[in-house]
Nanobody, 125 residues
């Protein structure tokens, strides 16, 4: 059974930083893309960052470029999202996800089928 568990969320003031982690267990060798997604109350889930497991090719939504960095440690089966210069509009539930195919649009949450339970990020001004 595959399991994804997010951690590292919390409350922070605008301009602060958080580092999210996603620990994976079970069979994960078939994953092609892994990524971070977020959903704020009343808004659609959106892709934040994704990375190809066969190399790198990180991709980010425009609103977080230059502030967020996605990375992975394949030996530890762990995905990270370093979030700097946080803004109130970054407030959301953050999820990690994975898919077993290469994607042309890796930030589309509809393309993913493995999901964690989420970790809350709250940014206050």
């Amino acid at each position: 059974q595959v399991q994804l568990v997010e951690s590292g969320g919390g409350s922070v003031q605008a301009g602060g930083s958080l580092r999210l982690s996603c620990a994976a267990s079970g069979y994960t060798y078939s994953w092609y893309w892994v990524g971070w997604f977020r959903q704020a109350p009343g808004k659609e889930r959106e892709g934040v960052a994704a990375i190809w497991t066969g190399g790198s090719r990180p991709t980010y939504v425009d609103s977080v470029k230059g502030r967020f960095t996605i990375s992975r440690d394949s030996a530890k089966n762990t995905l990270y999202l370093q979030m700097n210069s946080l803004k109130p509009e970054d407030t959301a539930m953050y999820y990690c996800a994975a898919v077993e195919s290469f994607l042309q649009w890796p930030l589309d949450p509809a393309n993913y089928n493995y999901w964690g339970q989420g970790t809350q990020v709250t940014v206050s001004s």
